[in-house]
């Protein structure tokens, strides 16, 4: 009994995998601040992003091609 509980002592997996646990959960809390730091300026990002595809969505529709293909 007494040699099982000195091999559990000394057995270190589980705190690596408590570390591993720690050091991901700090990564999601990095991100979740530097997203909501640039929330505005991903917004905008995103929407430009929008706009250019809706634009040229128009203009392939309208047969603005570049005149090759289909």
Known sequence: MLRM????WRD????TAIEY????????AALIVALSAF???LKDLFDAL?????????TIGQGGG???GG
């Open 5 to 8: 509980i000195k091999e559990l």
């Open 21 to 28: 646990a720690l050091i991901a959960g700090l990564m999601a």
């Open 66 to 68: 570049t005149g090759q």
């Open 50 to 58: 929008t706009n250019k595809l809706e634009d040229a969505t128009e």
């Open 39 to 41: 929330s505005d300026q």
């Open 12 to 15: 270190e997996s589980g705190a």
